[in-house]
């Protein structure tokens, strides 16, 4: 089962938005920097095939967001992105590596479907 860990933020920053001045395009530019260099960082660490992954639980209007960042012990960070939702400890407790596998698999083939 997944232990759930902070990004390391000291490695790779959060982004800091500047709301007032940042639309929503420039607050996604600097969210998907920091994903890719999140999941760059956390592949030089280990390269499991999923490492780097996002995997994504609803919760209330949004999601719970977390990145794979080991496979052995499995492990992921937690993203505090948007309104920064966490899935709860007993979703975190039970969520293991063939769950992630197949809830990336899902999701890569809707965005398959919607790009047509």
Do not use: C
């Amino acid at each position: 089962m997944a232990k759930i860990y902070p990004a390391p933020n000291i490695e790779v920053p959060l982004p800091i938005h500047d709301y007032p001045n940042d639309d929503y395009e420039k607050r996604q530019k600097k969210e998907n920097k920091y994903l890719d260099d999140l999941k760059t960082y956390l592949r030089s660490q280990d390269d499991g095939e999923l490492v780097g992954e996002i995997v994504r639980h609803g919760v209330g209007d949004g999601y719970a967001l977390y990145m794979i960042a080991s496979h052995r012990p499995f492990s992921m960070v937690h993203l505090d992105l948007g309104d920064g939702y966490s899935a709860g400890d007993p979703w975190e407790r039970g969520f293991r590596i063939s769950d992630a596998k197949s809830q990336i698999a899902w999701e890569k083939q809707i965005n398959n479907i919607i790009a047509k």
